[in-house]
């Protein structure tokens, strides 16, 4: 593969052998979950928003550049549909409620998919990359998702649950603040914003890809507001690296069980009490950090 940021790292296939570089792989993995929960819902609907999407990141709707930010690139929103689509299906699996509708399963999908699309640049912003947006990606990826699909004739409530939900992928996000639709709307944008932080620390090659996070967070550092300039305020990967393992333990974790409202563990198999496979490679991603920051010279 190849791509504006001239690298591909070599991940290692994930969960059911899903390879997450492969956009066709996990669209194959998300439509067979969909026909599983809803074997009555819209055959095409997947195919379609996984092609919205990506010619979104590919550069082919209207006048925006093809993604070039090298960490929030397609793969990651990829990793976090894919795990957007198991929680919410090990939720259904589960009984829970508000039972889950075939609908409320689509605009989900829909959100996670468009939720990074602030970093998308337009044809005539030559000036670094999309790493730029990283303060105000959200609300940019929450106006764009309006921007792309009213015109695809959602109306308004579907266009608003999409932002909303959005919405709960934001580091900074009052969620007290967003003003859900419905319970069922909220539940699918918190297990969005749980999707968002698993899928990506969960990846084979999360580590590899810290300094090219560190890479971003440097550039949208440059472009901060003094308000969140402090959001990005690392001196080099090494530091980043030191330091997510606390991001991991004291903003993650009671992200996801707190705020999130445990549904991580409808990701764990069997249900309630069987091994969660996404925590149990971050936490395996957790522990090597831990022990590259122990070494000499990493002080």
Known sequence: NSGPCGRYFASKLMFSEIDTRIPHEVEKQVYRIHHEMFPAGDRVFVMRAFDWASACFNGRYEDYQPIDACYHDFEHTLQGALCLARL?????????TPALTVRAFELGLLAILFHDTGYLKRRGDTEGTGAKYTAVHVGRSAAFAREFLEPKGFPDVE????????????????????????????TVGYALGTADLLGQMAAGDYIEKLPVLFQEFAEAARHATASSAHLFAFKSAEELMRNTPTFWEKYVLPKIKGDFLGLYTFLGYPYPDGPNDYLQRIEANIERLRRQAERPGNA
């Open 88 to 96: 919410l299906r090990g939720r259904q699996a589960a009984g829970a």
């Open 159 to 186: 266009l608003l649950a999409v932002q909303n939900m959005i919405n709960c992928t934001g580091i900074n996000t009052e969620l007290q603040a967003i003003r859900f639709q419905s319970e069922l709307e909220r």
